[in-house]
């Protein structure tokens, strides 16, 4: 409820000291909300990029990784970015982020992950998972989440990370795409990173491809083609590790 003017103060049949406790506690919550976010912000970039700094290494070691970049991701600049992945392993958006040189990871922050609600059912593990990126992947009401959440937390200024394939896949195993990476490509000018990574026996190949836009003619197009277009992508960067 917002008052524009001591006319329409005077011009309600409440009494006057409610609708000004109304404005004013109206505003104490919008300016606690706005500080919540910039602070959740900040606490999102400093332990993405201390994760990044103390552990990018560690993560190449122990996953023996690969990594194969486009010239054209060897250095990012800040944008609109949204990352489109395949999904095996809980770890998969840290092992490939690691791969990134520092100026493109830095270009990204803050990244925002989506992942599967029950992994944020209790407190803790909120408070765990949402320092990390992580969100809501399925839309809560009141709350920033699914993709709407999503295209929020774009509009703030945050890149976002999201699995086409809605949880982990084994290999050769088939799965129903789903289309949260279309409806957001449709929605705004994504430049989007198709990014792929397979685990082997003895080494994980992570493969950035070349970073892409949706035209407006394939914008137009039914969610689920334009998911697999998309998704397409990332299915050629395996086939290519």
């Known amino acids: 409820m917002i008052i524009q003017s001591i006319t329409q103060i005077t011009s309600i049949s409440r009494p006057k000291y409610l609708i000004v406790l109304d ?8 300016y606690v909300k706005t500080k919540r976010e910039i602070l959740e912000v900040f606490i999102i970039r400093s332990v993405l990029l201390t994760t990044y700094i103390l552990a990018s290494r560690i993560f190449r070691l122990c996953f023996k990784v690969e990594s194969k970049l486009h010239k054209e991701v060897l250095d990012l600049k800040p944008d ?3 990352i489109v992945a395949n999904h095996q392993r809980a770890f998969d958006p840290y092992v490939t982020l690691a791969t990134l040189p520092f100026n493109s990871f830095r270009s990204l922050l803050p990244i925002r992950f989506f992942t599967a609600n029950i992994y944020l059912k209790r407190w803790w593990q909120r408070a765990f998972l949402i320092s990390f990126g992580c969100f809501r992947a399925y839309s809560v009401e009141d709350k920033v989440s699914g993709v709407k959440g999503g295209l929020y937390l774009s509009d703030k200024g945050q890149s976002l990370l999201i699995f086409p394939e809605g ?18 490509a449709q929605r705004r000018d994504f430049t989007i990173l198709p990014l792929s990574i397979t685990y082997m026996e003895r080494k994980t190949k992570v493969n950035w ?10 914008k137009a197009e039914d969610l689920s083609k334009l998911t697999k277009t998309i998704f397409n992508r990332v299915l050629n960067l395996s086939v290519q590790t």
Request: hydrophobic share 35%; aromatic share 10%.
């Open 23 to 30: 404005i004013v506690i109206d505003n104490l919550l919008y």
């Open 80 to 82: 609109r970015y949204l």
């Open 167 to 184: 949880k982990r896949k084994r290999q050769n195993s088939k799965i129903e795409l789903k289309i949260g990476a279309a409806y957001l």
């Open 209 to 218: 491809g070349k970073p892409f836009r949706i035209k407006d003619k394939k």
